[in-house]
């Protein structure tokens, strides 16, 4: 099955900037639609951004124009850039793989965007 790992989460000042990174196991990853999501406690997780495997992407409004994702299919891996960072923006982030049956999980990384 595939595994997810993400990391570069830490904490940041507003108005920062955090690169994420998503590794992926398998061999069907390039045709896997990827995406991440966002939990802060107690509410519910959101997506935040998505990519197909033809590069097209889509973002929550509350990210747009400060997020960006992206993908290489070569290193098995998926990017989460993180610019102009808000305080709401704190969560613990998830990757997502969309797999041709089921979908999968990351162990999630923590954002804290705190002064």
């Known amino acids: 099955q595939v595994q997810l790992v993400e990391s570069g989460g830490g904490l940041v000042q507003p108005g920062g900037s955090l690169r994420l990174s998503c590794a992926a196991s398998?061999?069907?990853?390039?045709?896997?639609?990827m995406g991440w999501y966002r939990q802060a406690p107690g509410k519910q997780r959101e997506l935040v951004a998505a990519?197909?495997?033809?590069?097209?992407?889509n973002y929550a409004d509350s990210v747009k124009g400060r997020f960006t994702i992206s993908r290489d299919n070569a290193k098995n891996t998926v990017y989460l850039q993180m610019n102009s960072l808000k305080p709401e923006d704190t969560a613990v982030y998830y990757c997502?793989?969309?797999?041709?049956?089921?979908?999968?999980w990351g162990q999630g990384t923590q954002v804290t965007v705190s002064s």
């Open positions: 997502n793989a969309q797999g041709i049956i089921t979908e999968y």
């Open positions: 398998g061999r069907l990853f390039s045709i896997y639609t």
């Open positions: 990519i197909t495997s033809g590069g097209s992407t």
